[in-house]
Structures are given as structure tokens and as C-alpha cells.
């Protein structure tokens, strides 16, 4: 089965940095889309970013120019560099991977919309 481990959360002070790192482990060929998604304390889950295999990026406003995705498909790996973080950025943290090819004894198939456990992100003084 996939597994999605998160890492690099953490507690920062307001205007630090962070780097988020998220692994897929797995009988994986390929995954089309990788994004981070955060949920607030009472608020719903939201899409931070997200990027596709062919390097296509999408951004929420609230972290254009702040937030950086990148990925390694070699390695199954989808990074958020968070740079300038804000109070209201505190969140969990979860990873996402959507439309993944994988492959058995039997042959490829595709599974769709794995998530991460979470990690905590604080951004407090």
C-alpha cells in the first residue's frame, strides 16, 4: 500500500521559514499531482499548493510569494518551503497525492487521493 510521511514542522516565530518535505513510499510508477493542504483550529481544510509532475504550480492567494512548491519525482517527494510566515499560516499541515499509478504482480493500476497524518506548523512569538 502507499504511505505518505510528512516532516519538518515545527514552531517558528513570525517572518521565519520553514521547509516541509512529504515522502510517498509504495509500489509507485508515477504520481500526477502532489499539494499541501492545511486545517486551521475550526476552519475547514484548504489547498496551500499544488504541483503536477510536469512541474505545474497552483498557489492560494494568502501564500503567493511567501510559499514555494517543488517535488522530486524520482523520489516521490513533494517540498513547501514556507518562507515569511505569518500567525495565521498556523495550521496542520497535510500532504496530498492524487492519481498514482501503481503496479503489482498483476500489472498497473491507478489509486486516487492519499493523505499525509499531519504535521503541526506554529507561528507564534
Known amino acids: 500500500q502507499v504511505q505518505l510521511v510528512e516532516s519538518g514542522g515545527g514552531l517558528v516565530q513570525p517572518g521565519g521559514s520553514l521547509r516541509l518535505s512529504c515522502a510517498a513510499s509504495?509500489?509507485?510508477?508515477?504520481?500526477?499531482?502532489m499539494g499541501w493542504y492545511r486545517q486551521a483550529p475550526g476552519k475547514q481544510r484548504e489547498l496551500v499548493a499544488a504541483i503536477t509532475s510536469g512541474g505545474s504550480t497552483n498557489y492560494a492567494d494568502s501564500v503567493k510569494g511567501r510559499f514555494t512548491i517543488s517535488r522530486d519525482n524520482a523520489k516521490n517527494t513533494v517540498y513547501l518551503q514556507m518562507n515569511s510566515l505569518k500567525p495565521e499560516d498556523t495550521a496542520v499541515y497535510y500532504c496530498?497525492?492524487?492519481?498514482?499509478?501503481?503496479?503489482?504482480?498483476?500489472?498497473?493500476?491507478?489509486?486516487?487521493?492519499?493523505w499525509g497524518q499531519g504535521t503541526q506548523v506554529t507561528v507564534s512569538s
Open positions: 496530498n497525492a492524487d492519481r498514482l499509478l501503481l503496479y503489482s504482480y498483476s500489472g498497473y493500476y491507478y489509486e486516487y487521493d492519499y
Open positions: 509504495g509500489s509507485i510508477f508515477s504520481i500526477n499531482a
